[in-house]
Every structure is written in structure tokens, then in C-alpha cells.
């Protein structure tokens, strides 16, 4: 089986990402709570920073050889807010991968913990909005050694 | 709201959705261009031994429990760091119920630590960590 520890320092294209009031107001709604075109909410902070990060669910997938029924899940996701996020306003976001783990569990079997790292500014100022960091699990069809 | 009246083993109000709802999946599913049919295929749940219900999205619940978070601490701008777990799946048509203990206070500083946590029909779905500002 590959090891993906080489990934470690692999920065996404990055770039910016303007978040768009309809997607901010859909993103409420569909959480079921009260859409507000004036206010984003702050759980959007794992949106902005994929996409900003410039990767699709997709390309983390590939990235990682996984497709979408292997049965990937979320593992850890963190938020550092340092601002709020706000429908219409553009970001400057920078990522890279962290950490490729390699581990296993008796119930989980062998699985890779992908580890990456988004830093998210409001377009033209030095002063961070938040930062993202998030691991997301690889189940491997292999089993434990 | 989180003032500086806030102690150490405080409850905080529970946030609820008695049911969750599996049509706003599919919104959500195209929204994060989340290609996985766990989401909104319960043919693939149930190939894959998950049951007759579609699987929420992560970010649901993470957007539930920062909405349970902010509304203890007072609007969107106190909070200061939220660390998630993802224990375990939340189920259409599940109750999701997030609950949370204030551990540590901090006047000086003028911030609280908080333990956080979900289950999904009783079963961990959540659990976690945040920190938010106290209001004055």
C-alpha cells in the first residue's frame, strides 16, 4: 500500500474566493435556519476555505486516490475566527496539506488522516479572518499489518 | 448571551432539530459540489449497510453546532476557536441535540472554554471544544 506522507507541504492553488449572498442565504436555509441576506453564517467557514483553497471535494479525492463510495469521512475540523465572514466580501486564501497519518484501529481498519490548512484574509488587507484547519479520513481496503 | 456573570459548570440552553430532514441534502449536496451519494441516494446507504436513510452533511452539523455556540456567546463575532470531532453519522430524520458545559472562564482575558458535543438519536455525533469572548 502507498504511503502518502510525501503530501505533507502540497500547497493547494489557493487564491480568492468571493462568497456569494445567494449561497450564504442558501446555506442557511438548508441548515434550517433564519437566511439572512446581510449576515453569513460563521459554520460557512468550511466552505469559504475549500473553496478558496481552489480544490474541489473531487480533487482532495484524487489527490488522496479515493473515490467518492470509499467511504471518506470528516475527521477534526477547527476554526480560528479572527473576523466574521460576510456574504459578498472576496477572500485571499492560502493552503497547504499539513500531515498525511497512516493508521489503524481495530474497527476502522487501516485509514489515512489527510491534514490541511486554510488561511482565509478579506481581499486587500493584512489581517486574518480565519483559519481552517481540517482531517479528513481514508478508509484503506487493506487491513492492519 | 455569555457575560461575565458565566461560571465554570454552567449548562448551556441546548440547541435541537427534532427531525432532520433529508430533502435540504440535496441543496447541500450541490452547494459543496459533494459528489458523495451517501448524501442523497438511500440506494447507495443501503448498499453500503447504512440504512434506509440518507447520511447529513458534516458541515450541517458543523453549522448547527456553531449556531448553538454563538447564540451562548452573543452573535457570530465572539466566537474565538471552534474544534469539532466527527463521531459518528447524523441519519435522516434523526433528532440532533447539542449540549454544552461551560469548563473554564478567564475574566482577565475576557474569554470562556467551553465542551461542546452532538448526538443524533442518541448516539455521539459531535463532540468538541470552542472558545468565545464574554460580552461585557
Redesign the interface.
Known amino acids: 500500500m502507498s504511503d502518502y506522507g510525501h503530501l505533507a507541504g502540497h500547497r493547494f492553488p489557493g487564491g480568492t474566493y468571493t462568497l456569494p449572498p445567494w449561497l450564504s442565504w442558501l446555506w442557511a436555509d438548508a441548515c434550517k435556519l433564519e437566511p439572512d441576506w446581510a449576515t453569513a453564517h460563521q459554520g460557512l467557514a468550511y466552505l469559504v476555505a475549500l473553496r478558496g483553497a481552489g480544490v474541489s471535494i473531487q480533487d482532495i479525492f484524487d489527490l488522496m486516490d479515493a473515490t467518492a463510495d470509499s467511504g471518506v469521512v470528516f475527521g477534526e475540523f477547527q476554526v480560528d475566527y479572527h473576523g466574521v465572514l460576510r456574504p459578498g466580501a472576496t477572500y485571499d486564501c492560502e493552503a497547504e496539506v499539513v500531515e498525511v497519518e497512516r493508521k489503524s484501529g481495530r474497527r476502522a481498519g487501516v485509514f489515512d488522516k489527510l491534514t490541511f490548512q486554510v488561511k482565509v484574509r478579506e481581499e486587500g488587507s493584512d489581517d486574518m479572518t480565519i483559519v481552517c484547519t481540517n482531517s479528513w479520513i481514508f478508509p484503506r481496503a487493506e487491513r492492519s499489518d | 448571551m455569555a457575560t461575565r456573570e458565566i461560571q465554570v459548570g454552567q449548562q448551556l440552553e441546548p440547541f435541537v432539530?427534532d427531525s432532520v430532514?433529508p430533502e435540504?441534502?440535496k441543496?447541500?449536496a450541490a452547494?459543496?459540489?459533494?459528489?458523495?451519494?451517501?448524501h442523497f441516494d438511500t440506494n447507495?446507504t443501503r448498499e453500503?449497510g447504512l440504512g434506509d436513510q440518507p447520511v447529513n452533511q458534516?458541515?450541517?452539523n458543523?453549522?448547527?453546532l456553531?449556531?448553538f455556540v454563538?447564540r451562548f456567546a452573543g452573535g457570530?463575532?465572539r466566537?474565538?476557536?471552534?474544534?469539532?470531532?466527527?463521531l459518528g453519522n447524523v441519519l435522516g430524520g434523526d433528532r440532533f441535540e447539542c449540549t454544552g458545559t461551560v469548563t473554564a472562564v478567564d475574566h482577565d482575558a475576557g474569554v470562556a472554554e467551553l465542551e461542546v458535543g452532538a448526538t443524533s438519536d442518541g448516539r455521539p455525533a459531535l463532540g468538541g471544544t470552542a472558545v468565545i469572548k464574554l460580552a461585557d
Not at chain 2, 466566537?79 to 466527527?86: A, E, G, I, N, P
Open positions: 432539530i430532514d435540504p441534502m441543496t447541500m452547494i459543496l459540489e459533494d459528489p458523495n451519494p451517501i447507495v453500503l458534516g458541515p450541517t458543523l453549522t448547527w456553531t449556531e454563538q457570530p463575532d466566537l474565538v476557536t471552534l474544534k469539532v470531532r466527527f
